[in-house]
């Protein structure tokens, strides 16, 4: 199993909203509709975020909200806030035997 | 409050060996599956090993298989990775992970405890 593919890198300026994409192959992203995504501040641990492609943990902010097209994955952050700046990763199921392919991470920069 | 709280990382020679722990706290530990993910330095995550609730059902990544063994005990609410035969590619940050098989999503993790294989 390879990693999903996520740009290196989005930026946004406060208020704005940002889009971070996640691609994968039809034995994962485009199979299952079980992806998620990860907040990672430095020195802490990773934050779920989304689930199952667009449901919201509780107590996570809805100003972030996620999608599925295909292959492609997508998580949007609305209301860009200086707290939201941190690596992303989305995640999605692959079957039992491998259950979990990651992406290559997302680096969210508030400007 | 759900914890997951690593340890036993450290700085090992290659070849040599390394048991890592995870104490589970705030939930019912023997109703999960767990898993152990890892990040290599400056690098992306990677799904290492899994077990299943009550430890019949084990998985692995192709890359550790033969050499890392995962284990549990429900009593102690605690999760183990035995890691033998460390080669310089296994240095990461070691997450342990709440693992939630039904909706394929892993929901909670630990801080992670670092291993560095060098000599």
Redesign the interface.
């Known amino acids: 199993q390879s990693?999903l593919t996520q740009p290196a890198s989005v930026s946004g300026s406060p208020g704005q909203s940002i889009t971070i994409s996640c691609t994968g192959t039809g034995s994962d992203v485009g199979t299952?509709n079980?992806v998620?995504w990860?907040q990672q501040h430095p020195?802490?641990?990773?934050?779920?975020m989304i689930?199952?492609v667009n449901q919201r943990?509780s107590g996570v902010s809805n100003r972030f909200s996620g999608s599925k097209s295909g292959n492609m994955a997508s998580l949007t952050i609305s209301g860009l806030q200086a707290e939201d700046e941190a690596d992303y990763?989305c995640?999605s199921?692959a079957g039992?035997?491998?259950?979990?392919?990651?992406?290559?991470?997302t680096k969210v920069t508030v400007l | 409050e759900v914890q997951l709280v690593e340890s036993g990382g450290g700085l090992v020679q290659p070849g040599g060996s390394l048991r890592l722990s995870c104490a589970a706290s705030g939930f019912s530990f023997s109703d999960d599956w767990m898993s152990w993910v890892r990040q290599a330095p400056g690098k992306g995550l990677e799904w290492v090993a899994r077990i299943k609730q009550d430890g019949s059902a084990k998985y692995y990544v192709d890359s550790v298989k033969g050499r890392f063994t995962i284990s549990r005990d429900n009593a102690e609410n605690s999760l183990y990775l035995q890691m033998n035969s460390l080669r310089a590619e296994d240095t990461a940050v070691y997450f342990c992970a709440r693992d939630l098989a039904v909706s394929g999503t892993i929901d909670f993790w630990g801080q992670g405890t670092l291993v560095t294989v060098s000599s």
């Open positions: 990693a299952y079980l998620s990860y020195g802490k641990a990773l934050k779920l689930y199952e943990p990763y995640c199921y039992s035997i491998i259950p979990y392919v990651f992406g290559t991470g």
